[in-house]
């Protein structure tokens, strides 16, 4: 079973708008990381917040986490057509290993 | 840096054949992970790697071997092509267990 899943599972939001994606988990974790994956491609890692943080800013994303509610939330700011892609959430399981489990995505449409 | 190198890029495979998908990393990244990717499923961990000669299962490991000889090379071999391995494989690389990945570019398989 994954240990991440993203809600909504697709968003279509206007060019310049907000696009809030959020991701809950199942057990404790060591960190958390976001991935955007254009379509046809490799996903791409995006920003990677620990257990011990709350919130984390890189650029135009801005990740929260709630280790109480075991979940996360990414926040793309003033979105671009360009930031039309599916992102996912990828969570350690708190082990020690490098195993990392990805949720089933959110899909993301900027219409320009 | 070439990042991580997948090949092939796609295959056809009739059911019970067996084929070796490569992937390389030129990072001298100790951790690598194979990654299946199915519509609506999001990514299941395969198998993995914390370094040279040392392997373990991830989520759907059946059907699947690796190796680890040395720390760039980390190949998937499937034993007996099945056509519930129809899929989009990616292999990923990264430096510790605090850090986030490196996707390749995947390889699409499709067993008839």
């Known amino acids: 079973s994954q240990q991440g899943e993203e809600d909504p599972q697709a968003l279509s939001i206007q060019e310049g708008e907000n696009a809030t994606m959020n991701c809950s988990y199942k057990t404790s974790i060591n960190n958390l990381q976001w991935y955007r994956q254009n379509s046809g491609r490799g996903l791409v890692h995006l920003i990677l917040?620990?257990?011990?943080?709350r919130e984390k800013h890189s650029g135009r994303l801005r990740v929260t986490l709630d280790t109480s509610k075991k979940s996360s939330s990414l926040l793309i700011t003033a979105s671009r057509a360009a930031d039309t892609a599916s992102y996912f959430c990828a969570t350690d399981a708190g082990n020690t290993g490098n195993q990392f489990y990805f949720g089933t995505g959110t899909s993301l449409t900027v219409i320009p | 840096n070439a990042g991580v190198t997948q090949t092939p890029k796609f295959q056809v495979l009739k059911t019970g054949q067996s084929m070796t998908l490569q992937c390389a990393q030129d990072m001298n990244h100790e951790y690598m992970s194979w990654y299946r990717q199915d519509p609506g499923m999001g990514l299941r961990l395969i198998h993995y790697?914390?370094?040279?000669?040392?392997?373990d299962q991830g989520e759907v490991p059946n059907g699947y071997n690796v190796s680890r000889s040395t720390t760039e090379d980390f190949p998937l071999r499937l034993l007996s092509a099945a056509p519930s391995q129809t899929s989009v494989y990616f292999c990923?690389?990264?430096?510790?267990?605090?850090?986030?990945?490196?996707f390749g570019s995947g390889t699409r398989l499709t067993v008839v």
């Open positions: 917040i620990r257990s011990n943080e």
């Open positions: 990923a690389s990264s430096y510790s267990t605090a850090g986030g990945y490196t």
């Open positions: 790697s914390v370094g040279a000669g040392i392997t």
